[in-house]
């Protein structure tokens, strides 16, 4: 079976730009695809009618949220790869671990490690035959136990998240984890929208976007800020297109043209499937310097401050809100002294965009009464993103933009469940509240000092500070920075298991022991002692609702994520401080702890009932600011004073080129569901970089060429990835692009943001080199 699949093939690279409109016909020839080739044809099309609707399950894809209206069909192209992706028959089992040494799995794509199918029955690592072998689930529990306690302290395991973990499971994770004994809990969130958490809990006092999904139908100005939601969110086109058709602004600002915010075409709408018409997603592009988001940000408050100052003089009205900045927000003077400081060149230098665009993008602000502003990875991935996005949140307070329908502030988030995991305490540094209330509850010393982070874990056990790596799915070799350093990290552990649902790179980069623990996914029907069981996520629109799986398992030996927890930490701590079994029986009774622990989950199970699930409420979106002046305070931050890191400075060398690390339109993460990138015209291979053509000659290649690529960074570590084809592409002068996560062993693990420790994944300084190799798909064994 293995040997035998598409997988297998090898594809024919090709590169031609992309002429259709992003969804429409080339987006359901791509789903037909992905059916007709899926062994599970019949069955997939039945599921994807009960993707995200009431009594079906919530769509394994991104965290946008749904109209609450029901019976629409709710689906997108990629979330349909997603629910194929998980609802395959192929089956990684103990015969498929008997034929593949590690070693040999290590020279595998990650497309082919996933391809092979659902992992199915818990494994255990053999270090002399170098095989993966079958281990019964009693036995996996007593293996992780005897770890653990034998560990001198429970700060040396690490215990991550990914974002696709359900409330239920991530809340017994965090009971568990802290009963053990520490905070230790580096998750995806670190590299995702950690940094929108740090400066939105800082201005507007909650780390959460404050807008929910009706307020898009009346905004009059959406800005959409390093996003590309017609790969990674698509169902956020369809709101995009209807407030253009309103006559809204929608304004992009992203160095690349994406396909999906220039033309969207619905792929349910027949009549415009039909004449092939499609619609323009937005109103204005700006395409900025990597990370000059926030020198335009800047320019855009001079510009106003200016226009206030003027319209004060002239006696017309006001541009900004004085009610509102009167009634509401502390700072505003420092603020405005610290926009009267910058000066224009070097808001026109960093932003890498001209006055005339900057004043451009100002007037459509002030235009609008009411503003969104949304952003993803093209703002959070920067050593200054904290920075940028306050600013955003000052440009959004100078009128009044946040609290009121059709206005507000959306981090759109990634993973479908990564907001409720934070929310069910999945947090390296956790509230305080948070913990008096845990122990109130539950009457056990409940550990007070921050625990790591994804950098920090991964320093923790490369210097052998950390022994034991846990991790509630997700695939942390291949996700974090610096590739060669996290594989070692992972190799010194005693120790690692990964509870997950598809075979990848996490598996085979692993301690003396390691255990692959297969689990349940989102499609799967779960069966308890209790009966079938819901779980609940939340959406970026701090909405909850349940989810449930609606295929039978592969196999008797996987199980759920909270059934798996529960074993691990009956195992460890007996039934303290809860009876562990008997919570996994029936979910309800985790949802009634979180009613006692978590504030806005009163009657949890009762609120569940109702169609579209609840709202958990946002106090920032009702204008209570829960910060230390009880205001929403405006953040005075400087510009940085060079986007280059002095670090990168100090190597010596300068770079050719700033290198941002994207997502493909074929996957998810570092989850490859093919070769391809339809909207920008890659067919059959990853290993490329885009760059635009004069650079690519000015540099001594030729488009098609292959290169290798080394970044700067003054620690004497040599960073390089080989063989990539230079693809000619309409992107700005002195930029590249390339996509995660191929280029992370780019990434230096100290290179992350000021406070929110966030790998710069999207500001990577590199050079070019003459190809050292022919360039083969190159495994990443490190
Ligand atoms: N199909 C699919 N869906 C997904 C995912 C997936 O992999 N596949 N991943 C999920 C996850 S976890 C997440 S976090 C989200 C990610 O969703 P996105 O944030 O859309 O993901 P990226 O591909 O990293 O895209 C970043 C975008 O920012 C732009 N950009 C890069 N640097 C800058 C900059 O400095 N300034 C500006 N203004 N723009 C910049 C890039 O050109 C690109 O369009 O999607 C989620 N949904
Ligand atoms: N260079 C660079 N690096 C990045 C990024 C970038 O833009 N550039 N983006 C960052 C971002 S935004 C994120 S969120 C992280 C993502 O980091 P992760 O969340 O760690 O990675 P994923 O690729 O989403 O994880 C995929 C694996 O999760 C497992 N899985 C899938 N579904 C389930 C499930 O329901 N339960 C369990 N237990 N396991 C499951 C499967 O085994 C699969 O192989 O990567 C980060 N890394
Ligand atoms: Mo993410």
């Not at 740090?198 to 307020?215: H, I, N, P, Y």
């Amino acid at each position: 079976m293995s040997t035998h699949n598409q997988a297998d093939q090898k594809p024919v690279a090709r590169y031609k730009p992309y002429k259709g409109p992003a969804g429409g016909w080339g987006a359901l020839i791509s789903v037909a695809q992905a059916w007709l080739t899926s062994d599970n044809a019949l069955k997939n099309i039945r599921m994807m009618l009960k993707t995200n609707q009431n009594g079906g399950f919530d769509c394994p894809g991104c965290a946008w949220g749904d109209s609450p209206e029901s019976g629409m069909v709710k689906f997108c192209e990629n979330g349909a790869k997603a629910v194929n992706w998980e609802a395959t028959k192929r089956r990684v089992d103990g015969a498929f671990f008997a034929k593949h040494s590690v070693s040999s799995l290590l020279e595998q794509s990650d497309y082919w490690l996933e391809y092979q199918g659902r992992l199915t029955e818990p494994m255990s690592y053999d270090a002399e035959t170098d095989r993966y072998r079958p281990i019964s689930w009693e036995d996996a529990f007593s293996l992780i136990a005897r770890h653990l306690l034998n560990l001198p302290s429970p700060d040396m395991a690490e215990f991550y998240t990914s974002g696709r973990a359900s409330n239920e499971a991530a809340y017994l994770y965090q009971l568990f984890v802290r009963a053990y004994g520490t905070n230790n809990f580096p998750d995806c969130s670190n590299m995702c929208h950690e940094a929108s958490g740090v400066a939105l809990a800082q201005s507007v006092g909650v780390g959460k976007g404050t807008v929910t999904f009706d307020d898009f139908e009346h905004s009059d100005a959406i800005f959409v800020w390093g996003q590309n939601p017609g790969t990674n969110h698509p169902r956020m086109l369809e709101p995009l297109r209807e407030a253009v058709k309103r006559g809204a602004q929608v304004v992009c600002v992203n160095p690349l043209k994406e396909r999906g915010l220039e033309r969207f075409q619905h792929p349910q709408n027949p009549l415009e499937m039909l004449t092939n018409g499609n619609r323009p997603t937005n109103t204005a592009y700006l395409r900025p310097a990597l990370g000059g988001d926030m020198a335009l940000l800047r320019g855009m408050a001079k510009f106003l401050l200016q226009w206030e100052r003027d319209a004060q003089k002239a006696g017309t009205a006001a541009v900004f809100d004085h009610d509102f900045l009167n009634t509401h927000t502390a700072q505003v003077l420092e603020y405005l002294g610290t926009i009267d400081d910058t000066p224009w060149e070097q808001i026109v230098e960093q932003s890498g965009l001209t006055l005339v665009e900057i004043e451009q993008a100002a007037r459509m602000y002030a235009k609008g009464k009411n503003v969104i502003m949304c952003w993803a990875m093209g703002i959070t991935q920067h050593r200054h993103s904290v920075a940028t996005i306050q600013e955003i949140a000052n440009l959004m307070l100078l009128r009044g933009n946040v609290g009121r329908p059709g206005a507000g502030l959306c981090p759109v988030r990634g993973h479908s469940n990564v907001q409720g995991d934070r929310t069910m305490g999945i947090n390296e540094r956790p509230p305080v509240a948070f913990l008096d209330s845990l122990e109130r509850r539950f009457q056990f010393k409940v550990p007070r000092d921050n625990g790591h982070n994804v950098v920090e874990a991964i320093h923790a056990m490369l210097e052998g500070r950390s022994k034991v790596f846990i991790g509630l799915g997700g695939n942390f070799a291949q996700a974090t920075p610096d590739s060669e350093r996290t594989f070692q990290a992972l190799r010194n552990c005693d120790l690692t298991v990964q509870i997950s649902t598809k075979l990848n790179r996490s598996h085979l980069a692993h301690g003396k022991d390691a255990l692959i623990l297969p689990c349940l996914g989102r499609t799967d029907i779960d069966l308890q002692a209790g009966g079938p069981q819901a779980v609940t996520v939340e959406d970026s629109f701090s909405m909850v609702h349940a989810s449930n799986g609606q295929l039978q398992p592969l196999s008797v030996h996987m199980r759920s994520e909270p059934w798996i927890l529960a074993g691990i930490a009956s195992a460890t701590l007996g039934n303290r401080p809860v009876d562990w079994s008997w919570l996994a029986a029936d979910y309800g009774r985790i949802r009634d702890l979180i009613a006692d622990t978590i504030p806005g989950f009163k009657e949890f199970n009762e609120r569940l009932k109702h169609p579209g699930g609840f709202y958990l409420g946002n106090a920032a979106g009702a204008r209570q600011w829960n910060t230390s002046s009880g205001r929403a305070n405006f953040r005075a931050n400087l510009l940085p004073r060079d986007l280059i890191d002095e670090r990168t400075r100090a190597s010596g060398q300068l770079p050719d080129l700033i290198l941002q690390s994207m997502r493909s339109h074929d996957q998810y993460n570092t989850t490859i569901y093919g070769l391809d990138d339809r909207y920008r015209g890659v067919k059959g291979q990853r290993d490329v970089l885009f760059a635009n053509e004069a650079d690519i000659i000015r540099l001594g290649f030729k488009p098609g060429q292959k290169a290798d690529i080394v970044s700067l960074w003054n620690d004497g570590r040599e960073r390089r990835v080989k063989g990539f084809t230079l693809l000619a592409f309409d992107i700005p002068a002195g930029q590249a692009a390339a996509y995660y996560p191929e280029v992370n062993p780019l990434v230096p693990l100290e290179s992350t943001g000021d406070g929110s420790h966030t790998p710069t994944s999207k500001f990577i300084a590199i050079r070019l080199e003459a190809a050292s190799d022919n360039g083969l798909i190159m495994a990443r064994s490190a």
